[in-house]
């Protein structure tokens, strides 16, 4: 006769090493692969919601993150402290006896999901094989897309693009444009050029600019002739993990220094843009 307890006990062990394992891989790899915190996602990208959409099937890959469960689980979901053992056991011991359990509680944000209530019921599901579970799914807004691959170390950076939406309101102004950024602090840079451009704005129109024309001006008569040239150029086949918006920082620092030069006061966006894709081509 099959011994549940057993079974059950040897199968929070397994997963306590392959847990353990995983984050020695994951060190080594030079990741920081742990679950994130969705008290603090909400806080940095200013979710707005929650929504009820009702039960639905989610797949278990997607769950990347936990509301108040993110430090005792892996990034795989597995368990990483020895105090979840209790609950993870009776949970797995339902497991194998077939027995029905309710579904777990997730909040969605894009297109992944965090625990609400159920840590245990996804651990043991993902540590048994299972592709998929049952959840009541209450869905909150973002500003900024969030995909299974984004890590903790990342929300600085989505944060930063949250603040630079909500101040530029640019994809509001432009609902087709994208604007994303991997440079550290780029998206204060972006805003500091569109501050400047405002002022200069300014003197030539001899009148206040409000932010939302300068916003919309900067963007169509100079980030975006920049970026479809490089778009054009299919520099950025050639440098994964960089954006167009990554190549127009540069090209205008690259513009800044060209104006530096003897005789070369005048060169424009534009032939900044040529010269530097030449460049690095």
């Not at 402290?81 to 359990?101: C, I």
Request: hydrophobic share 40%; glycine share 6%.
């Amino acid at each position: 006769m099959i011994d549940i307890d057993s079974l059950a006990e040897a199968d929070f062990q397994s997963a306590r090493m392959r847990s353990f394992f995983g984050r020695v891989l994951d060190a080594l790899g030079g990741h920081s692969r742990g679950l994130l915190s969705f008290e603090e996602v909400r806080e940095k990208l200013h979710l707005t919601g929650p929504v009820y959409r009702g039960v639905e099937t989610v797949p278990l890959d997607r769950i990347i993150g936990s509301l108040n469960r993110y430090r005792d689980f892996d990034r795989r979901f597995l368990p990483t402290q020895a105090h979840t053992f209790s609950r993870w056991w009776r949970v797995n011991r339902a497991w194998y006896r077939d027995l029905h359990l309710p579904p777990v509680l997730l909040y969605k944000v894009g297109e992944v999901y965090f625990v609400a209530d159920g840590n245990h019921r996804v651990s043991v599901a993902r540590a048994q094989g299972q592709t998929f579970i049952d959840a009541e799914v209450r869905e909150c807004a973002s500003r900024v897309p969030l995909t299974p691959e984004v890590e903790p170390d990342d929300l600085e950076r989505l944060g930063s693009h949250v603040e630079f939406l909500e101040r530029t309101q640019i994809d509001r102004l432009r609902p087709q444009a994208r604007i994303e950024t991997s440079i550290l602090g780029g998206y204060d840079r972006l805003l500091e050029h569109i501050a400047v451009h405002r002022y200069f704005m300014g003197l030539e129109r001899r009148r206040e600019v409000p932010e939302s024309e300068a916003v919309l001006h900067w963007y169509d008569s100079l980030y975006l002739p920049v970026v479809r040239l490089v778009g054009d150029s299919g520099i950025l086949e050639e440098m994964p993990g960089r954006t167009a918006a990554d190549m127009y920082l540069w090209i205008m620092d690259h513009l800044h220094y060209l104006r530096s030069l003897p005789g070369r006061p005048n060169v424009q966006a534009r032939d900044a843009a040529r010269h530097f894709i030449e460049l690095i081509g």
